[in-house]
């Protein structure tokens, strides 16, 4: 994909790896360095994202600071069910990163809620709608990965 860019989308997306400024204009802060006005960051970063290049942007928060929880799910749909079950499942705002995966547990999403009781009811309603069993896995322990891919 990297031949569809030209180099002011690879500096934006070099630039916004490493974090995105916490200030009343965030986008005009982040555009400066890069030569670009507040409004060009921003259609650049549209662009990519309506391109498929950049399938997300914005913050990652960690549930647990806030109060809430974040839990890892995984499920064994019927592949004749399963783009109907992922629909279903992608429903609740609560779930995100639902993939498809070459195993039994063919399915894997993350709940993440305000609260682990929210998380814990989420994944009952969804097992209640579906007439599938979700498997639970809280973390155990956090590892940090700082994954940066340069353009």
């Not at 916004?16 to 259609?43: C, H, K, N, Y």
């Not at 894997?108 to 809620?113: H, I, M, P, S, T």
């Not at 989420?122 to 891919?149: N, Q, W, Y």
Request: aromatic content about 6%; charged content about 25%.
């Amino acid at each position: 994909m990297t031949e569809h860019l030209d180099a002011i989308d690879r500096a934006v997306i070099n630039a916004l790896q490493g974090g995105f400024p916490v200030s009343a204009r965030p986008f005009a802060e982040a555009a400066a360095p890069l030569g670009l006005t507040e409004q060009q960051l921003i259609d650049r970063i549209a662009d990519l994202r309506a391109r498929g290049v950049l399938t997300r942007f914005g913050p990652l928060f960690k549930p647990e600071a806030l109060g809430g929880e974040a839990v890892l799910c995984a499920m064994t749909v019927p592949a004749d069910r399963f783009d109907a079950v992922a629909e279903q499942v992608n429903a609740w705002p609560e779930v995100a990163h639902n993939y498809a995966r070459d195993h039994a547990l063919n399915m894997w999403f993350v709940v993440a809620a305000d609260s682990p009781r929210r998380c814990r009811e989420v994944c009952a309603e969804i097992s209640e709608l579906t007439g599938l069993t979700v498997l639970p896995m809280p973390k155990l322990h956090e590892f940090h990965l700082d994954l940066r891919l340069t353009a």
